[in-house]
């Protein structure tokens, strides 16, 4: 597992870089109060993927997941044009079917996690989310859009296929014929085009982007992280399970956090009230 950064106290801000080219990092981490922003540093290339990067921000994910000052994670792309505008096509060309399987695999294993990570995580898409950018950000518990985001699944028009979730993660988090059409049409799709498909939390202006993100971050761990944590696990079974069974699960994670001090507090609180 990656090192935890350092604590920091409620508000003050830090930034820390991951290694990336020479002198040029490609994911720049900072801390603010309890927010790890974790920010895809390609501007360059639209902050597309690059080899290597999948397992830099699996590394940080270990980092915020083992920082007890840490409630939540942004991951966001360097500049004003692109979240994340895909994957490196050049590397893809390069793979045989094994190498592809293998990228497939990693990148599953990324979103995966983002999706049952512990902590609540969004993505702040600031402009182009297209591809494996695209599919990031619906592993992310909550998209918080700029008004000039663009989404798509352009795989399609280069005679291919999402195959980091996407076909998985669209129909999860948009339904069957939203998730059909946005994978067979490879069409990008402006914020009023499809903010009606339902992965979207949040539109804000450009310049009021960030503070929109960090209100819902905010609004997202102001509670205890356990109860967060048993109840977002509870949420992501209600499509993975038949309702007996998500209904069974759903009471043993609310067993399991009633028998907790901080569930007991809660109560009294609110009792004192």
Known sequence: MGDALPSVSPGERRLDSAPGGPGIPRLLQ??????????INRPDKLNAFAPGLLAELDAALDAAACD??????????????????????????????????RDMVAGHRLMQR?????KPTLAMVNGYALGGGF??????????AASTAKFGFP???????????????????????RAKEMVLTGHHYRVEECRHFGFIARV??????????????????RHHPFAVEMAKRAV??????PLAAGLEFEAASYALNFGTPHAAA???QFLEK
């Open 30 to 39: 900072e801390q603010e109060g309890r927010i790890r922003w974790l920010t």
């Open 68 to 101: 007890a000052a840490t409630a939540a994670v942004v991951i966001t792309g360097a500049g004003s044009k692109a979240f994340v505008a895909g994957n490196d096509v050049a590397a893809l060309a390069a793979m045989d079917n094994m190498a592809a399987y």
């Open 114 to 118: 983002l999706h049952e990570f512990a």
């Open 135 to 144: 599919e990031l950000a619906l592993a992310c518990d909550f998209i918080v």
């Open 155 to 177: 795989e399609i028009a280069l005679n291919t296929m999402p195959g980091w979730g996407g076909t998985q993660l669209a129909v999860k988090k948009m339904g069957l014929a």
């Open 204 to 221: 804000a202006e450009p310049a009021a982007l960030r503070a929109e993100t960090r209100a819902l971050a905010e609004a997202v761990t």
């Open 236 to 241: 992501n079974r209600a499509s993975d399970l």
């Open 266 to 268: 809660g109560f009294r």
